[in-house]
């Protein structure tokens, strides 16, 4: 599940506030959540990223035994350990992979190669695309991309192009633009999972690509102007 995060696209644009770029939000515990999507997927797939909604829902058996069965409300409710216990189990051997090794074991040498290939060159032709729409000369750009570590659940991927500069900020992104950057970055060859398995195989679930506007060619930059002119 992807969310391209502009200040268009999420709940209280304040979230994105920031001073330097780039700027994570996944790894540092900073949630943003889909504009008008209080009952789609997304919206509930990032509150299961929460580590208080996932015990909510490992524990919530406990109650529903004391519930069905009365008679073993006592002694379940004198079971911390146990509750702890498979709260603890979900949590390291389910929902993720907490050895080192089994995490290095996800992808090969070749496949981490040929993923930060792609996604090097697939990030720099959007962010060149993005540039020359705003006849940008100067300055940086930088494509940010997070992943979840949790696994066996849907994927959950936040992309953002950031700008860089005196005023750091999350780019508005045009719908046309939004589209471009998610349908780049995971066009074929490349899915969300397999990136995921070589993130977790490189202990590191960001990728910033940064992009300098200066380089964007004269073609590209007259592509860009007759893209925008009306028909």
């Given at each position: 599940m992807i969310l391209v995060v502009t200040p268009e696209t999420v709940l209280g644009k304040s979230t994105l506030d920031t001073s330097y770029v780039p700027r994570r939000?996944?790894?540092l515990g900073v949630w943003v959540y889909p504009r008008g999507g209080l009952f789609s997927k997304l919206f509930w797939r990032i509150v299961f990223e929460k580590s208080l909604a996932r015990y909510v829902i490992a524990l919530l058996p406990f109650p529903l035994l004391m519930i069905a069965r009365p008679d073993w409300a006592l002694g379940l409710s004198q079971?911390?350990?146990a509750m702890f216990g498979f709260v603890l189990i979900i949590e390291t051997y389910v929902l993720t992979v907490s050895d080192r090794d089994k995490r290095r074991a996800l992808a090969t040498e070749a496949e981490v190669a040929r993923v930060q290939d792609l996604l090097q060159v697939r990030a720099r032709s959007v962010l060149a695309r993005i540039a020359a729409a705003r006849d940008m000369r100067a300055g940086e750009l930088h494509l940010m991309i997070e992943q979840s570590?949790?696994?066996?659940?849907p994927q959950l991927t936040f992309l953002s192009v950031q700008e860089g500069g005196e005023d750091p900020r999350f780019l508005s992104l045009t719908p046309a633009?939004?589209?471009?950057?998610q349908d780049t970055i995971?066009?074929?060859g490349l899915t969300e999972d397999a990136l995921q398995r070589v993130n977790l195989s490189q202990n590191?679930?960001?990728v910033s690509v940064p992009f300098d506007?200066?380089?964007v060619s004269a073609h590209a930059r007259l592509a860009?102007?007759?893209r925008a002119r009306p028909s």
């Open positions: 939000l996944m790894s079971a911390p350990l570590g949790l696994i066996r659940v633009e939004r589209q471009d950057v995971f066009a074929e590191k679930l960001e506007p200066a380089e860009a102007m007759a």
